[in-house]
């Protein structure tokens, strides 16, 4: 089952996360098979850290929810708090399979909040500029709850025109790096 997990941070956190920062990799390098993508999202002017996204398989929810609240930082107090929902992996790749490689271009983490009827859930065209993309679930994969995307883009307005605006009830569009060790 696959899990997409957006840790925000607590504002002030940074040296905290600074000082984890090793505890978090070793954390993640013991997901390195099960990881589908991971990175820090930014303020859009890629200025301050807001958080980290991990889009992980796992076993069943009990697995991903112990994943989420597990992590160093998130115990440690960094994060103020954990969107955790079921996913579902239309790219059926990682990103370290996105074919634009880890540096370059601009990328951003586009999380769209919805209800009510699914939308955006077929690839939608410019399938080379998605690293990621699926449906966010609840925790039984029969509700809709929103879509997430790891996206290159030349700015966010063009990364949040990957979702269909008028069909959520929020869109966050966050600036976002490849991370990790590989």
């Known amino acids: 089952m696959e899990f997409f997990c957006y840790h925000r941070d607590r504002p002030g956190s940074l040296p905290l996360r600074e000082e984890l920062t090793e505890a978090h990799w070793a954390y993640m390098d013991g997901y390195e098979a099960e990881l589908i993508a991971r990175g820090p999202t930014f303020t859009t002017d890629g200025e301050t850290l807001t958080g980290s996204v991990h889009i992980v398989d796992l076993p069943d929810p009990a697995a991903a929810r112990a994943f989420a609240f597990d992590e160093p930082n998130y115990q440690a107090g960094a994060y103020r708090d954990v969107l955790l929902r079921r996913w579902r992996n239309l790219l ?3 990103m370290w399979d996105f074919p634009g490689g880890r540096t370059g271009d601009d990328r951003y983490l586009v999380l769209g909040l919805g209800s009510g009827e699914a939308a955006d859930l077929a690839v939608p065209p410019g399938k080379d500029d998605l690293i990621a993309y699926g449906p966010l679930l609840s925790d039984d994969a029969t509700a ?3 879509t997430a995307a790891l996206v290159r ?14 069909r959520y009830a929020a869109v ?3 600036a976002w790096e490849f991370g990790g060790r590989r």
């Not at 883009?153 to 008028?166: F, G, H, K, N």
């Open 144 to 146: 809709w709850l929103g």
């Open 153 to 166: 883009a030349a700015d966010p307005d063009r990364a949040r025109a990957v979702l269909t605006q008028e």
């Open 92 to 94: 059926g790749r990682t």
């Open 172 to 174: 966050e569009v966050h």
